[in-house]
């Protein structure tokens, strides 16, 4: 499952997670790099761009069920410049990404790339 991208002013990460056994780690790493060729080269399917869309903006108020949540939402929201009223904008921001918008990305990002792959667990042998 990918994580949220983390950007930093010079740069930005993109990571992508999975929970496997142990022997079946080479393949996991394997179907990701695969996932991100992909995407690199076609792009989401409009059906996995609407769901991808819906996901995000229907999980989004699970992020302000308690005040600690709350609070975090506020500082991430200061520390990205993101304005005040990003809130109330967010979800029509998302909407109106398109497809094309998804796979110029994609490719921007994902072509020529050579991944940093870490695996963390009990040890094969």
Do not use: C, W
């Amino acid at each position: 499952m990918p994580a949220p991208p983390s950007p930093y002013e010079h740069s930005a990460l993109l990571i992508g997670s999975a929970a496997t056994k142990a022997e079946r780690a080479g393949e996991t790493v394997e179907v990701m790099l695969e996932q991100f060729e992909r995407m690199a080269t076609d792009g989401p399917s409009e059906e996995e761009l609407r769901a991808a869309k819906q996901y995000i903006t229907g999980s989004y108020p699970l992020r302000f069920d308690s005040s600690g949540k709350i609070a975090g939402q506020l500082v991430a929201l200061q520390n990205s410049d993101l304005g005040i009223d990003y809130f109330e904008r967010r979800n029509a921001e998302i909407e109106a990404v398109t497809l094309e918008d998804v796979r110029r990305v994609a490719r921007r990002l994902l072509t020529d790339r050579e991944p940093t792959i870490v695996t963390v667990g009990p040890g094969q042998g």
